[in-house]
């Protein structure tokens, strides 16, 4: 069995560390651990591995599902990975461009059919997802909101796809990381009928990456075969990362409201100075966007490598997302932050114009 290298971790690894503004962040900036109990009262595994019952109980409400069909997980990586070992047969389909992992995982399992969303305003053709299907497909893989472009599918696109894949007797992943930064989000997929299951985490929405907390809810045969990969990955959540991540969704109106209105300042100075510069973008939900590169730059390769090598700030090059036409924005960074990075990104370009 072998994966890919996943494209856009490969490229920070070479720049993050000594870059002064990191200006692909895909989520919100890290809340401060002060704001939280961080004592989780003993450093045992949690118990019941799969996280604690009650706070699975509160994460199932928000699916009309029971505890036990949630699981808690490290972070949104595992929910998928977990959840890609349980229903893996011969073949996936997967809408992108996407976060690699959710095409780069089955393509380990088996076999991944891509379709993709249709630049510039990324629409999906759900007959081309229709075609993609086989009667041995296990899984329909969507991200929504999507990393890298910011494109919400609307609640009408999102039952069709629910539709067409139940028709198949396939399940619909959905990886909702970014769900709850929409000012009105979508029903999550897991409550929307017995094919339906939403992977998140704590990680975007919540500003809390370092928990590594997420979950996978869904029918309760997939949670319980996930499970049983989860025993071999990390057996349980971390216990600081459940105690933490319990004390923000109770918190959670509060810092979504607080997340929302960074977002969609941050969004607007973000678009107003793409448009600026002549660069287009379709107006993300979240907070990545998808810019086009400017003129003069083989590729958003170069563009991205000569950027940070000469004014120290880092973008996600399009190639990594399979448009080398354009590079990641994030900016869900502080705002003094965003200034620094767009002011040396203003200076890069007059300089290259
Ligand atoms: C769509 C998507 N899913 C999952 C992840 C990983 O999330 P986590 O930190 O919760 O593991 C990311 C991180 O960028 C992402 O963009």
Known sequence: MEIEPFELE???????????????????????????????????????????????????????????????????????????????????????????????????????????LEPPTWELDIDAVQSALRPETAVLVVNNPNNPTGRYLSAETVQALYDIAADNGTYLLCDEVYRLLAE??????????????????????????????????????????????????????????????????????????????????????????????????HEPTGVNGFPTIPDGFASGRSFCETLVREESVLLGPGDAFGHPDRFRIGFGLATDQLEEGLSRLDAFLARHG
């Open 184 to 281: 009105e989000p979508l029903p999550p997929v897991a409550s929307m009928g017995e094919y339906g299951v939403s992977t998140s985490s704590v990680t975007k929405a919540h500003g809390l990456a370092g928990c590594r907390f997420g979950w996978v809810a869904g029918p309760r045969e997939v949670i319980d075969a996930a499970a049983g990969w989860k025993d071999y990955t990390t057996i349980s959540p971390s216990s600081f990362g459940q105690h933490v991540a319990r004390q923000a969704i109770e918190r959670e109106a509060e810092l979504l409201a607080e997340h929302r209105a960074q977002a969609a300042a941050h969004r607007e100075r973000v678009g107003e100075f793409l448009a600026a510069h002549g660069l287009t973008w």
């Open 10 to 116: 490969r490229f920070f690894a070479r720049f993050e560390h000594d870059a002064d503004v990191m200006l692909a962040e895909s989520g919100i900036q890290s809340r401060d651990t002060a704001e939280f109990d961080t004592d989780p009262g003993d450093l045992g595994y949690v118990i019941p591995t799969g996280g604690d019952p009650s706070f699975r109980e509160r994460v199932g409400a928000r699916y009309d599902r029971s505890r036990e069909e949630v699981l808690f997980t490290c972070g949104a990586q595992e929910a998928n990975f977990v959840t890609f070992a349980a229903l893996m047969g011969e073949h996936a389909v997967t809408v992108t461009p996407t976060y690699q992992s959710l095409q780069a995982v089955p393509d380990a399992f088996g076999e991944v059919t891509t379709v993709d």
